[in-house]
């Protein structure tokens, strides 16, 4: 553990602007950011899932390409003049599959403009060449216990913010890594800023919370809020800012005179996104429990987050793998009038029954998967669905196969249904769907004494010894809190309101698991919450969807609750079949369950 931080060390501020939430995101922020004066890092977080397989399948076909380009070709070509004159540092993950090829392409950039940056690239996150050793010792998915696939197209480590804070160290203007956990684009300055080392885990904790809360950019302020309606000037939203403390405290805002807004709410709510136990948030450099976090609302314009806790992280990696599992094909139609729905859902049927029956004809095999889905029926809420006659509706049908050919076939057969079945249909156009590689992400656990990681920066190379490689591969268990005072039942007249009256939410995914945080609007009404919304409940709300269990997690610090549910996303991000891959529309479908509330509440409503 580091000596008590000097006055001078604990006056220090860190001040870090969130860029980039996913590759994709608008170019607004990198300008905005830099442009107002209030930042001394720049970070962009481009990385997911789902990403991973882009850019997988990216490079299998441009061996040189598998990097964010957007990050070269968008934002630094627009900022690093700027970034250089005013000292500002960078730090991005946009190195995907390919981060020295990144590097080389921001290099060049940097020649034409004139200008010399120091850049560092983190390397060793690519384990693929020990699949075949790992795949002979039997190593499993991490959510579905299935063996290794055969033929494996990536493989990458999730790497911490250690060999980040160590590319500073050594004088780096700009850092680029592959794959590592989105919070450590922003951990890995705080530790080189403060002088926290790998045992500090209270710090690293609150690191990596601050770094959580900004790593989906304007989900910090104000994006994607339950009350949207109260959310200004998005047009011109304002990436996130955190002024950062030696105790591994932060206080979040935003350029002045920028959309969006700060709020205590928001930042509960993003808190909350995409994490499974709060009291046991596993990352690279530090175990975190966020149970106790404390958001106060300091202003209209200043949020403060403190309160995180860090234990001793295990011993091992989790690793974000790709493999491909043949080709994939979506046609959609628009149908249009009386019955849309009926006629939608008969069409997709149809159109299915066509091809298999053509497939069968050319002796080819069936579909391992095919979906109908209508999007505008309301078919993903289920038996919750309201029935108001739509008379627009559009029909998905998704379907999977090993062999491309088969889904050749099932292409042309799309259209044809214009003037062959249903009355009122048509299409936005854009000509016949084609058929993609069905690329299928898994996941599993390495030890992290397997991974060699490096920093390098030109002719100069680090290497960076695996952080607490000695603590246990198993997670301590966390300290199990109590759970919110029971709701006492008054005996008064209830009546029955939306559960989005008492609470805010928001949901994510991870793999083929769903969480939903559910924050309450004011803290005494958390054990009414508690009450309403039992796993049990969540479950059968759920049960067209979701088909695994359903945890539960209190955070009294927040006033708030996880709901953790498995096998809840059809296989999840490209796997998925579903129009909502990533769960983001299942907060929004619990706000809308009817809870039962005493008289007394209701009219607090």
Same mark, same amino acid.
């Given at each position: ?28 922020? $990198? ?34 390409? @598998? ?18 004159? =005013? ?123 601050? !770094? ?47 959309? !969006? ?16 136990? +709060? ?27 403190? !309160? ?35 006629? $939608? ?36 809420? @289920? ?18 196969? %090993? ?24 299409? %936005?156009?854009?000509? =016949? +769907?084609? %058929?993609? +590689? ?17 920093? =390098? ?69 958390? %054990? ?28 009294? @610090? ?22 909502? +891959? ?24």
């Amino acid at each position: 553990m580091n000596p008590p931080p000097t006055s001078q060390t604990s006056r220090k501020i860190v001040r870090i602007g969130g860029a980039s939430g996913f590759w994709g995101d608008s170019m607004l922020g $990198a300008t905005q950011l830099v442009q107002s004066g209030l930042i001394d890092y720049l970070v962009f977080d481009y990385l997911a899932e789902t990403t991973m397989a882009i850019l997988a399948s990216m490079r299998t076909k441009k061996p040189e390409m @598998g990097y964010a380009t957007d990050f070269v070709d968008m934002a630094m070509k627009a900022v690093l003049p700027e970034v250089m004159q =005013r000292g500002i540092k960078v730090v991005a993950n946009a190195g995907g599959m390919n981060p020295q090829g990144c590097a080389d392409a921001l290099q060049a950039l940097a020649h034409s403009m004139g200008l010399s940056p120091k850049i560092a690239v983190v390397l060793g996150d690519d384990i693929s060449a020990q699949l075949p050793a790992l795949r002979e010792a039997d190593t499993r998915d991490l959510y579905r216990d299935e063996p290794l696939p055969a033929k494996v197209l990536s493989a990458n480590a999730y790497l911490g913010a250690v060999p980040v804070a160590r590319a500073l160290a050594e004088g780096a203007d700009i850092v680029i890594t592959g794959r590592g956990v989105d919070s450590a684009v922003t951990l890995g300055p705080l530790m080189h800023e403060f002088g926290w080392d790998a045992s500090d885990y209270d710090q690293l904790a609150g690191g990596s919370l601050a !770094g959580h809360i900004i790593e989906c950019g304007c989900q910090a302020t104000g994006g994607l809020h339950t009350d949207w309606q109260d959310i200004p000037d998005w047009p011109n939203i304002g990436y996130p800012i955190i002024d950062c403390f030696a105790d591994g405290s932060f206080e979040l805002h935003k350029t002045p005179g920028t959309g !969006g807004k700060i709020l205590r709410a928001a930042v509960a709510e993003q808190l909350l996104y995409e994490i499974g136990d +709060p009291g046991a948030y596993l990352l690279p450099d530090v175990r975190c429990d966020f149970r106790q976090v404390h958001i106060e609302q300091l202003s209209t314009e200043r949020v403060r987050v403190s !309160g995180a806790v860090g234990h001793a992280p295990s011993a091992q990696y989790k690793v974000s793998a790709t493999a491909m599992d043949g080709f994939r094909c979506t046609g959609t139609l628009v149908i249009v009038g009386i019955d849309a729905a009926a006629k $939608a859902r008969r069409t997709g049927e149809a159109i299915l029954a066509r091809t298999r029956s053509m497939l069968q004809q050319w002796g080819l095999p069936d579909y391992t998967s095919a979906t109908v889905e209508l999007l505008g029926a309301e078919t993903i809420y @289920g038996p919750h669905a309201r029935i108001g006659g739509s008379r627009e509706v559009m029909v998905r049908v998704i379907v999977s196969h %090993p062999l491309k050919q088969a889904l050749e076939l099932f292409a042309k057969e799309i259209s044809p249904a214009g003037t062959s079945w249903s009355p009122g249909t048509t299409g %936005p156009g854009g000509g =016949r +769907p084609s %058929p993609s +590689p069905h690329i299928k992400p898994f996941s599993f656990l390495v030890d992290k004494t397997r991974v060699a990681v490096e920093v =390098r920066m030109g002719e100069q190379v680090w290497s960076i010894a695996p952080p607490n490689a000695s603590s246990p591969s198993a997670p301590v268990a966390a300290h199990v809190l109590a759970e919110p005072a029971a709701w006492v039942e008054t005996g008064e007249a209830e009546t029955e309101v939306p559960l989005i009256r008492l609470a805010w939410a928001r949901s994510g995914d991870k793999g083929d698991i769903s969480n939903i945080g559910l924050v309450a609007r004011r803290a005494e009404w958390l %054990p009414l919450l508690w009450a309403c919304v039992t796993p049990e409940v969540v479950k059968a709300y759920f049960a067209h969807l979701v088909h695994g269990r359903v945890e539960r997690f209190h955070l009294p @610090g927040i006033a708030a609750m996880n709901l953790v549910m498995h096998e809840a996303l059809d296989g999840g991000g490209p796997a998925s079949t579903r129009n909502d +891959p990533l769960g983001k529309g299942m907060g929004q479908m619990l706000l809308d369950m009817p809870v039962r509330v005493p008289q007394s509440v209701a009219q607090q409503l």
